[in-house]
DNA sequence: CAGTTATATAACTAATAGTTTATATAAAAT
DNA sequence: ATTTTATATAAACTATTAGTTATATAACTG
């Protein structure tokens, strides 16, 4: 769900994975290249990726080969949505809601 | 950045005060009430999604009234752009990419 | 002014998570 | 069969972070 998306994808090396692999499938050792970072890491941060859903393996020979899911893509969009009409809109409740607590206030007040 | 947007959201208590703003603003008060956690903890949640910019404050006599900044969810709007080619076409560039791989190595293999 | 309300902050603890180093495994090549 | 290639896994270490408790601060109330 959103929450375990949001977790592996809050780890740089992580987003930087994910970030190579949109531009299609790459072997371990690709994303060690790319990344500079050692293999043993890249395979640690890859299975925290797998379980999370957010990639797939594939061998062929010796080598994995890992690709994206679209599932939890797919859900971030939807979850989204519901923060859309933060833009775009007017959406200034705050100024709203602002004078309401300072009437409730002023009501109770001295001055 | 994108990057300080996840790490922020990747807390589940986190991503549930964003839950709750995304009906309008609140004070620290109510979201202790809404999710049922210390007050302490709430403010120091909030301090962090201060910092990486996805609330604001307003202040009206004691209380301090928290809103959603829509910046960040517009980043993260535009970041996943570039990740819905992944679903609804057709993606299948890993089929191609397998048989690649495989050939390759039938080249040079014995059998 | 004394008391109350609302929130922040600091000090500490416990749990989690990232990184490194060394080693295991499995397939391929020689 | 031995060596090489590609990747995973385990152990140990370090760093980061969530959560708790106690206290400080600032504004309002009576």
Redesign the interface.
């Known amino acids: 769900m ?2 375990a998306t ?2 592996a ?2 780890e ?1 090396n992580r ?1 930087r994975i994910v970030d190579v692999l ?1 531009d ?2 790459h072997s371990v050792g690709e994303i060690v290249i790319e990344l500079e970072i050692s293999q043993p890491l890249v395979s640690k941060h890859l299975s925290i990726l797998s379980e999370a859903g957010l990639v797939e393996v ?1 061998q ?2 010796q ?1 994995r ?1 890992y ?2 899911r ?1 599932k939890p ?2 859900e ?2 939807s979850w ?1 949505v ?3 009409r ?2 775009g809109e007017k ?1 200034n ?2 100024d709203k ?2 004078e309401e ?2 009437n409730k ?1 002023e009501g109770g007040t001295k001055k």
Chains 1, 2 share one sequence.
Do not use: C, N
């Open positions: 959103m929450q949001l977790k994808l809050s740089p987003l949109i299609g499938p594939h062929v020979a080598k080969i690709t994206l679209a893509f797919k971030m969009d989204l519901s923060y859309r933060l833009w959406f409740r705050l809601l602002l607590e300072k206030l």
